[in-house]
């Protein structure tokens, strides 16, 4: 699904470059829960937008679904994100004067859903992310995690093969996180490929396979064992405490 040769990123810096990717090489399969973790200024962020389309690279090759990514129009890029790829951000990234609901929607405002419709689905995709009764309140009305499920669920309405997630549980507590990791897996074991980017350990773990960056290369890829259901998992251990 993903497959990544020999990948280089360089930053212009004035007159320097500052040389972010040295040679990346990467296989991810359909269905895979993948986290790349790295310490800050490692290129986390630089490899997720090469991956998601956000952005270019300078040398190698990335093939999508088997076809290559390179030097695409804005317009090409854009037409297999929204074919492909969903996308959640450390700070939600929801558009504040609009409720819940035209958040989740907004994905179908640009394929021209009409707004009935749109709304309607949006609906849905709230209801499975246990928001329902909050559909018309505004991301300042809402917790941190409230606001990441709003994104996530405005991440699946376009029904994308992979999720991208940029430190998604970055600005939440704990308790949140787990919760967060949970939703996720359960995305996950519907067959859809998500790939995080975290610096947090303990989040890493709760994925499938473990890459790490440093200086500009994957210097480990761990497989890690079976998925647990980290939020009666967390109860548990609170229960314990
Ligand atoms: P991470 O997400 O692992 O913290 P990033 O991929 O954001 O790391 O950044 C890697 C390096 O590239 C950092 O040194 C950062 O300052 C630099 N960098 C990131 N984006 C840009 C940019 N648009 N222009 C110049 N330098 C950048
Ligand atoms: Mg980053």
Redesign the pocket.
Known sequence: MISLSNIHKS???GNNS?H?LKGINLQIEQGEFVSIM??????????LNILGILDNYDEGTYHLNGKLVKNMSEKQAAKLRNELLGFVFQSFNLISFKNAMENVALPLYYQGVSRKKRNKIALEYLDKMGLLQWANHLPNEMSGGQKQRVAIARSMISKPKIIFADEPTGALDSATSFEVMDILREINQDGITLII?THEHDIAAMTQKIIR?SDGRISEIIQNGELKNWKSQYRRELEIA
């Open positions: 930053y212009a810096m500052l972010v790295g310490s800050s200024g490692s290129g986390k962020s630089t490899l980017v960056l």
